[in-house]
């Protein structure tokens, strides 16, 4: 759950779906 990923993704949407699965796969 990243609070911050949904202000990105208003403006970022290809990053934040980027960064979605690099971050769990790096958990």
């Known amino acids: 759950c ?3 990923s ?3 993704f208003e403006g ?5 779906r980027a960064v979605e ?3 769990r ?3």
């Open 6 to 8: 949904v202000l990105l």
């Open 12 to 16: 970022k949407l290809a990053v934040v």
């Open 21 to 23: 699965p690099i971050i």
């Open 2 to 4: 990243l609070p911050n």
């Open 25 to 27: 796969g790096s958990e």
